[in-house]
Structure formats: C-alpha cells, structure tokens
C-alpha cells in the first residue's frame, strides 16, 4: 500500500533520530514488528501493586489500614514530584510555579477528605488488636512527608519553636538536632527517644539533610521571595502557599488528630501510639504552630493557628457520640 505524506514525512525524520545515533532504524522497526501490543494491567504493574497488601494478623479491616497508608505514600510521590520540577525549573514564572502548587494541594485534598476511611472506616475493637501487631512502626515514620515538609520551606520554619529564634544562623545539622518531630516520638513517661524514633533517623537523615542543603535556594519560600523581587504578580502564587500551608500544617495533623481521638482517646488514660509518640500534644496544630510561609499570614491568624479547626473538630466528634 501507498504510503501517505504524513506517515513518509514521520519514517524520514526516525531516519534522522536513529541515524544521528548511529543506529539502524530498521532494526527498531523489528523491535516494533514482533513487540505485543501494551495493556493497561502491565503498563502500570497491577499484579504486582495489588500483591502488596500482606496482613500481619486475621483482621480483615487491617488490609484497609495497609491500603490507605500506601495511597497515601503514593499521593506523597505525586507531591514530591511536582516539588522537583519546581527546584529544578531553569526559568521559573509565578504561573509555573503556582500550577504546580495547585497540584500539590488537589492531592492534599484528596488525602484530607478521604481520611475517613480511617477515622470511620475501620471497627475499633479490631484496630486495637491489629495495631499491636504492628509495633514500633508507625505514620510518623513517612519519610517522604518529611521531604515534602522540606521543600515547601526554608528550612529553620521546621525546627521547634521553642528554638527558632536561637538557632536561626545555625547550620542544618544544628538546626536538624532540634526538628519539631522528634519532640513528637518520644516517650511519654522518661521521655528519651522511642524505637520509632531512632528507626526513623538511621534510616533518613543523611538524606533530610542533604536535601535540606539541596533546598536551602529553592525551596517554595525561596523561590517565592526571588519571584517577587524580580517584580512578578505572586498574589495567585500566594493564596495557593496560604492554602498549601493549610494543609500540610493544619488539616492533615488534623485528620490524623481525629483518628486518634477516634480510636485511641479512653477514660481515664488514653491509649498510647503504635511508635509510643505523645500524639496528644504532637498532632495538634495550636501546639506546634508550625508555620510554612509566616510572611503570608497576619499576626492574629498566626495567634490562633489551628485553634478554631481543633475546636470544629472535637465539637463534629462529640456530636457523633
């Protein structure tokens, strides 16, 4: 058959592409010629993905606890990925920048309203047997929130408050000593570092603080500054940081918060965490004031950060009850 100008017009320039290789392009055609035709379950290895949930116990709602943390890690990936785009952008605009953003935070989203597969979707009288089985792991020990946290900010806004403001000219490493999270594994009654804990660092802090040094130019705060110091419209930009910060620092602690009330929280003493993590004062964003971009939000909205959500959500709980 005849070929059409299109179809000769695309041979001639895989010609081009193969020839500038040095390759023999009618060798890929043979490649292609005997290649079977891609389907949707091997493009994206499902066999395999859903092979991946493997129980710890008999309880059948625990396949959903594995489920939805591995969602979330994939939806964490997503964010990363949108993350090293913006790091790595040559010539970085405020549109670049906030669709991108827009990205980060559809994903959150999702995360944060499909949380209640774990605060209402599990039976709790099997989540506290499963859950033992399950010891020392624990949330806490996402390593990619963590890099998440990290790129979206300069990198003192993660230490604890406690220690901002004195360890502001200190380097990573001494800033990293005093890292929010740590003070939010440790042990409730000496309070050393718990198993989680000491798990968690000898795995990923090599790689948070290279990433950190990675990122101390071109995390979302550095680079918001650099926009608008070369006189760019960074108000979309800003409203979707505001909404970003909302998320990663207020409603996602929050869903976790809810879930534990859920299943932990019992008269008269509350159930500890799998890692041993005092998730009473850890997960609430009143206490952590955790704060990505300060320079977006007004003094009272800093002031009562969180506050109004933890109320909102305690009064939704009881009315459950």
């Known amino acids: 058959m005849d070929f059409t100008p299109e179809i000769k017009d695309k041979l001639n320039r895989l010609q081009e592409k193969y020839m500038a290789m040095g ?36 309880f059948p709602d625990e396949e959903i606890f594995i489920m939805y943390h591995q969602i979330t890690e994939l939806y964490f990936k997503l964010a990363l990925h949108e993350c090293k785009q913006l790091a790595e952008h040559e010539n970085l605009t405020a549109e670049f920048f906030t ?11 999702a995360l944060t309203t499909s949380f209640d ?30 890099m998440i946290e990290i790129c979206a900010t300069d990198f003192i806004r993660l230490v604890d408050k406690s220690k ?12 990293f000593e005093h890292i929010y999270w ?37 995390n979302f705060s550095a680079l918001y500054h650099q926009l608008q110091a070369k006189g760019e419209d960074v108000s979309v930009l800003a409203e979707e940081l505001r909404k970003l910060d909302l998320y990663v620092n207020v409603e996602w602690p929050l869903s976790h918060y809810k879930s534990a009330v859920r299943y932990l ?18 997960l609430p964003p009143r206490f952590q004031k955790r704060i990505f971009y300060p320079f977006l939000w007004t003094d009272e909205q800093m002031e009562e950060w969180g506050k109004g959500w933890v109320l909102s959500v305690l009064k939704t709980l009881k009315n459950k009850e």
């Open 99 to 109: 669709a991108r953003v827009k990205r980060i935070n559809s994903y959150f989203n």
């Open 265 to 282: 929280e019992k008269d008269p003493v509350d159930v500890a965490a799998t890692g041993g993590t005092n998730w009473q004062k850890y």
């Open 182 to 218: 740590k003070f939010g594994a440790t042990e409730l009654a000496s309070g050393k570092q718990t198993l989680t804990l000491k798990q968690f660092i000898k795995k990923y802090a090599a790689q948070f603080l290279q990433l950190a040094k990675d990122r101390s130019l071109n």
């Open 164 to 175: 901002r403001e004195e360890l502001s000219a200190a380097t990573i490493e001494e800033q």
């Open 23 to 58: 390759q023999d392009m009618a060798s890929y055609l043979d490649g292609l010629l005997y290649a079977d035709f891609l389907t949707y379950w091997d493009y994206i290895h499902l066999d395999t993905l859903l092979s991946l949930q493997n129980p710890k116990t008999p």
């Open 117 to 146: 597969v774990m605060v209402d979707g599990m039976e709790k009288e099997q989540f506290l047997k499963f859950r033992m089985s399950l010891l020392p792991a624990s949330g806490f020990q996402s390593g990619q929130y963590r």
